[in-house]
């Protein structure tokens, strides 16, 4: 788990929410409210649409809440690597936040489950 995650708020302007999504090399950010509660996602597959019309009009008066899923997915510390590979595996999100409660502390790539499973294998064939 990444445990340093740039969070996105409802009311922050597209331009600011892509700054921090590109800064942060993630493919997408968690939306909390003001006690770090998870309200929703953006990812870049929800952006490009309104950022092609956007640049192309120069107009930045799209917010985050005018584009964030409301109804995001997410894990918790308990949830079982191996069924979450499974569903990383289809056509789910590739990257999840995860919560305590519906306080965000923390995101789950791909990558990083990609990498525990190997690990596994690895542990796994030296037996």
């Known amino acids: 788990m990444r445990h340093s995650v740039p969070m996105l708020t409802a009311d922050m302007s597209m331009s600011e929410a892509l700054d921090r999504m590109l800064?942060?090399?993630?493919?997408?950010?968690?939306?909390?409210?003001?006690q770090r509660q998870?309200?929703?996602?953006?990812?870049?597959?929800?952006?490009?649409?309104?950022?092609?019309?956007?640049?192309?009009?120069?107009?930045?008066?799209?917010?985050?809440?005018?584009?964030?899923?409301?109804?995001?997915?997410?894990?918790?510390?308990?949830?079982?690597?191996?069924?979450l590979a499974r569903t990383m595996g289809g056509p789910k999100p590739k990257l999840y936040p995860v919560v305590e409660g519906k306080k965000v502390i923390g995101m789950v790539t791909r990558h990083q489950v990609m990498s525990f499973l190997n690990n596994q294998l690895k542990t796994c064939l030296a037996t």
């Not at 950010?29 to 003001?34: E, K, S, Y």
């Open 23 to 34: 800064d942060s090399g993630l493919s997408g950010l968690p939306v909390v409210d003001n």
């Open 38 to 83: 998870l309200i929703g996602f953006l990812s870049e597959q929800d952006c490009i649409p309104k950022l092609l019309g956007a640049s192309y009009h120069c107009d930045n008066r799209v917010v985050v809440s005018d584009l964030m899923r409301q109804d995001p997915l997410s894990v918790t510390t308990d949830t079982d690597v191996f069924e």
